[in-house]
């Protein structure tokens, strides 16, 4: 009977309690959708960073520079062969060996970097999901180079066309090769749509005269929250450095940390607002029934009866709210899970500057929009108290007669 | 033993010179099966009176026994129980809960009385059907008339067979027809169940059908009346 009173109660004033549930709703709204969206922001840096050029793992010379458009060729290193205690946590591995180039098509130039790959494994390591190639990947030097989309635009060249690329040796003396473009790749990554000239390792050790050296080594692990302890456990060769996605990611990762911590504030606002109108209405309510809640004591309710019906109440409000707010939250998240958010329009416009793939999956996380729902039912629970007690305190001797 | 044993019972309102009296030293013995009008001018103490008796309120000084319990030592939970059980109620304004039908506001009483779930719903239409509302079970209170609406509320103090049925000026929002109608109900009542009805009014029609008048004034008892 008391939640049936409870239910009736609360759609005896149907518009205020629209009113009040709309707070609810926007604020555990704002919670799914806002979650979902920077988890899938954080994720999406990550890809952007590992599926591209980190792999997991990734070996490099010591020192290697970070930031930039720098590649120097002078510390290279022979592809390691990872220890046998090590290799049951690894997926795959793969070799690149990076360089800076100039890049001439006709009139048109630009600084490029060039990534020489394992043409057998490089995709092993490096995600090729989002790969959209016109032409083909190159499997040999004979084959020739694969242009980032926006090299290809800038350089005004297509498939089938030839291109210089001009390159420092490791030695210091200029090399320069007339090759082929045997096909233009959008990735939706900017590290290579944006900078990139893809080839055959062979192609780009005869370029930069390797002897077979590379600069990178990345491995994919079958978990990835394993890095920093395969790291650890890992004696990486004279001369070169170990490090981890996290450790690559951890800038961005400051950056989404940050606005979670906004996003949290503006929920913590928004809750707080939908908490101080739950407890009017329930105050209201209180106030408005006096001589119900007196009539209830009369016969028999306790004053706990009291505090329960209105705080049931205020929790109702809440529940439904929240299940509303974490519906619509939740299935635009969701949508967006499935779908992604292309986001190469942006990266366009930026120049290929931001951190971040082309398609945004949002972060579709079943316990976070549960936990979204619970919280946004206690607080309004803990909003109805208040008043709730006040309704309870009433004097029954008066109130049957107000 | 009394059905209801009041003895010198002191109620104050206030403090110092705002200090209202309400109550000031009432003794009153009430047996099962009286018919009983407190009447009294209006601050006489009537309502005062009534909310000791039916555990709504505690004396401050001197005793209220139900049933021989001295309701005084109860705690809240003691005196919701007691109210719960024993006693029902009919108010001058009804006092139905407005968001339950006719059925489920007496259903709800006996509910809080303890009432097992089995059974509940038909007695409860039995007792409407009794008070003559047989066919609007499922009437909420504003689809009902005011005479309508103190039987259900006379249904919703019987339907518990309580000890002792406290009714507050039970007419005074009734038009004389059904005002006339809702007494000779629990007059019938009174008579067949032998149910003990304890008003407070200035309704002469009342006065006219009970067997007994206690006179109030200034907080004071000043005529008790059994009439044959």
Redesign the interface.
């Known amino acids: 009977m008391m939640l049936r009173l409870a239910v009736r109660n609360l759609l005896r004033n149907t518009r205020r309690t629209v009113l009040s549930l709309a707070a609810v709703v926007a604020g555990v709204g704002v919670l799914v959708l806002g979650q979902g969206f920077i988890g899938g922001m954080e994720e999406n840096a990550i890809r952007a960073v590992v599926d591209t050029s980190t792999g997991h793992v990734l070996l490099r010379p010591a020192g290697y520079p970070t930031e930039g458009l720098q590649h120097p060729v002078d510390d290279l290193f022979q592809s390691p062969v990872l220890p046998a205690e090590l290799a049951a946590s690894v997926e795959a591995s793969a070799p690149r060996l990076l360089f800076i180039a100039r890049a001439i098509h006709g009139p048109d130039a630009m600084r490029i970097r060039a990534i020489g790959f394992d043409p057998e494994r490089d995709a092993t390591v490096f995600s090729r999901g989002t790969w959209h190639v016109d032409g083909a990947t190159p499997k040999s030097a004979a084959d020739g180079v694969l242009l980032g989309a926006g090299v290809a635009r800038n350089l005004r060249a297509k498939t089938g066309d030839t291109i210089v690329l001009q390159a420092r040796t490791r030695a210091g003396a200029i090399n320069a090769l007339e090759l082929k473009v045997a096909g233009v790749v959008a990735t939706g990554a900017p590290f290579i749509d944006q900078t990139a000239v893809m080839m055959a390792m062979d192609q780009a050790q005869t370029l930069v005269i390797a002897d077979g050296a590379v600069s990178h080594f990345a491995v994919r692990l079958h978990d990835r929250d394993d890095a920093t302890a395969f790291v650890q456990r890992w004696t990486a060769p004279a001369g070169t450095e170990a490090t981890t996605w996290i450790a690559e990611t951890a800038a961005v990762l400051r950056i989404q940390s940050i606005r979670r911590a906004a996003l949290n504030l503006l929920v913590a606002a928004l809750l707080g607002m939908s908490a101080a109108g739950i407890a009017n209405t329930i105050l209201m309510a209180a106030y408005e029934r006096v001589r119900e809640v007196g009539t209830l004591r009369a016969l028999g309710f306790t004053r706990r009866d009291v505090l329960a019906l209105f705080v049931l109440e205020g929790a109702m409000m809440g529940a439904i709210g929240a299940l509303l707010g974490a519906a619509l939250g939740g299935g635009v998240v969701y949508h967006y899970h499935q779908v992604g958010i292309d986001l190469s329009g942006l990266i366009e416009q930026t120049g290929g500057n931001l951190p971040i793939a082309a398609m945004l999956y949002t972060d579709w996380s079943p316990p976070t929009v549960a936990g979204a729902v619970a919280f946004g039912t206690v607080i309004a629970m803990l909003a109805s108290v208040y008043p709730a007690h006040v309704a309870s305190r009433m004097v029954p001797a008066d109130a049957v007669r107000a | 033993m009394s059905l209801v044993s009041v003895v010198n019972a002191v109620k104050t309102y206030g403090t110092g010179e705002a200090a209202v009296h309400a109550l000031r030293g009432v003794s009153i013995e009430i047996e099962p099966a009286e018919f009983t009008v407190i009447s009294g001018p209006s601050g006489s103490g009537k309502?005062?009176l009534l909310?000791l008796i039916?555990c709504?309120?505690v004396p401050d000084g001197g005793t209220v026994r139900i049933e021989g319990r001295d309701v005084n030592g109860l705690d809240?939970?003691s005196l919701?129980?007691l109210?719960?059980?024993r006693i029902g109620?009919i108010?001058?304004?009804f006092?139905?809960?407005?968001?339950?039908t006719a059925l489920?506001n007496v259903?709800?009483?006996l509910?809080?009385?303890g009432a097992p779930a089995a059974g509940r719903r038909e007695k409860c239409a039995e007792t409407l059907t009794a008070v003559g509302l047989g066919g609007l079970l499922d009437r909420r209170p504003n689809q009902l008339s005011g005479g309508q609406q103190q039987r259900v509320a006379v249904a919703?103090a019987l339907v518990k067979q309580p000890a002792l049925v406290i009714a507050?000026e039970p007419t005074a929002n009734l038009d004389s027809t059904s005002g006339t109608a809702v007494l000779d109900l629990m007059r019938d009542m009174n008579a067949a169940r032998g149910v003990t009805f304890l008003f407070s009014t200035h309704d002469p029609k009342v006065m006219e059908r009970a067997r007994r008048v206690v006179t109030l004034t200034d907080g004071q008892i000043t005529a008790d009346e059994f009439r044959t």
């Open positions: 309502s005062t909310n039916g709504l309120d809240g939970s919701a129980a109210r719960a059980a109620f108010f001058q304004s006092n139905l809960i407005p968001v339950l489920e259903e709800l009483a509910q809080l009385a919703r507050d």
